[in-house]
């Protein structure tokens, strides 16, 4: 039920610090250790592994993005992402040292079911990232870690995505305790920072007035790109998706170190460039990346961490989502574009539930 919601996306949005919540106290113990009680792979299993081959399609793969960032850092060893229907097609390098990871809500999805059955048949291991309980992905998997994200109706997905960040957090946190490869000072730090992200999730929402208004404002543009660096790079594919499939606008996304290397011919004045800037280390990269565009005159929405307030001057609106490690802020980041695609597909008065041409579940090939 929408409640008092007018569309199911809304709803979904707003429900994120619940199921995160939900997510976390299911695998979490009250020492704050990753309890996977289901899982059957074990510390053995793990030390055969050479690598870790992640596949998804949409949002999920925009996930796995995000998650080869956090295994490379937490468990140590090489990750590839791969979208299904690319990989199934491909003739991967897969056998029984993977450990093959697939993401998806619906766990019905044809690319990513026949990809993790070309892994099987190649030996790999599978584990798979999936929302609904029982479905043929979680069937046809050696271990299933469930996003609990409760039913999402929306066709743009939401509350799947974040929940499957939060899950390939706990995942690699586990993977990395088994392997040895994470300090026990770190796993403490990552894990008292994903208990603070519902909380921070609710601040975050209260931005929904201040978007809307600017949707109102900005909707009627036909070009937006959306630009990132490391792990922002990967939440500017998920905002561009999102704002694409509900709102038809044409929207692109960019790691912002690509951009003069062809892109950026395309800024024009009437041009918006939503940009991520969470990430510590690269946040002088960004406020240059951010200085190129507006020397074309683009219109510049910017998202930062609170008091990065030297990102105001080169943009034309800044939204801040409160301070947290840099590893985590995905899971904060996305909240504004989710908002800004939903208040500009209202604006333009698109079916927002159901896009043309779009299914909730892709069953075809
Ligand atoms: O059910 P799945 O997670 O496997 O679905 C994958 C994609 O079809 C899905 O994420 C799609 O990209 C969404 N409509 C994006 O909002």
New binding site residues.
Partial sequence: EKGKYEHFMLKEIFDQPKAIEETLDRNLSDGGRVSLYDMTLTKEDFAKFNKICIV??????HAGLVGRNIFEKFVKMPVEVDVASEFRYRDPFVDEKTLFIA???????AD?LEALREAKRKGARVLSIV?VVGST?ARESDDVFYTWAGPEIS????K??TTQLLSLYLLALYLGDLRGTISEEYYREVVSELSEIPEKLEKVLTLRGDIEKLAKKLYDRDQVFFIGRGMDASVAYEGS??LK?ISYINSFAIAAGELKHGTIALMEPTTIVVALATQSKLFDKMVSNIQEVKARNAHVISIAKEGNTAIEEHSNETFYIPECMDEVSPLLSVIPLQIYAYYVAKEKGCEIDRPRN?A???TVE
């Fill in positions: 998804a399609c949409g949002t999920a793969y993401i998806s809500q619906s766990g019905e999805t990513t929302n992905v066709v743009a997905s939401t799947a995505y998706l999102k499939e779009l909730k579940s892709v």
